[in-house]
């Protein structure tokens, strides 16, 4: 049952998968050149694993595996600030509508503001069209806990969509 991507037996496999571990890398930490370093990461480490992907039946759930892992060792771990001297990149010039693209920064400040393991959840649900149980697979915890984290996620993410204030409700226990 394994998909194409996981037959080929090499490098050319992986690299199939690389626009969809940008995409959320990218999302998942909304800096590109942090998000191009969690790609290279889980390239790396996969490219050092090869031994283990014959056992591998979801290439895809391996490898989201494998860069959520080393992005929670990233958020652990204290962060080196960089400083970018001269960026080269020129700047392509797109066609969009202004309120397309201020609902779309709207949306990546509304994500940023969940926490991590809501985000991943919703990320991986809704960008990476992942099965919940795929989802639980890929981040090692029971099938219940990704759907009450993308219930909370959901309704966080409206609500903030919605211009609710960013607070915190406790319950008094007597």
Do not use: C
């Amino acid at each position: 049952m394994q998909s194409d991507h996981t037959t080929a037996g090499g490098n050319d496999s992986l690299l199939a998968w690389v626009p969809r571990l940008r995409r959320y890398a990218r999302a998942l930490v909304s800096n590109r050149d942090d998000a191009d370093d969690l790609v290279q990461d889980t390239l790396e480490r996969a490219l050092t694993r090869a031994a283990l992907w014959r056992g591998v039946a979801d290439m895809r759930a391996w490898l989201f595996g494998v860069m959520h892992n080393l992005h929670v060792d990233g958020v652990r771990r204290p962060k080196l600030h960089t400083v970018v001297l001269d960026d080269d990149t020129p700047e392509v010039p797109v066609a969009a509508a202004q309120s397309e693209r201020l609902a779309v920064l709207d949306l990546q400040a509304a994500l940023e503001r969940l926490p991590v393991e809501q985000r991943e959840i919703i990320l991986l649900v809704a960008l990476e069209d992942m099965s919940y149980a795929e989802v639980a697979a890929t981040l090692g915890i029971p099938i219940g806990s990704v759907m009450s984290r993308l219930s909370r996620g959901r309704a966080r993410l409206q609500s903030l969509m919605d211009g609710q204030p960013d607070t915190v409700h406790l319950k008094v226990v007597k």
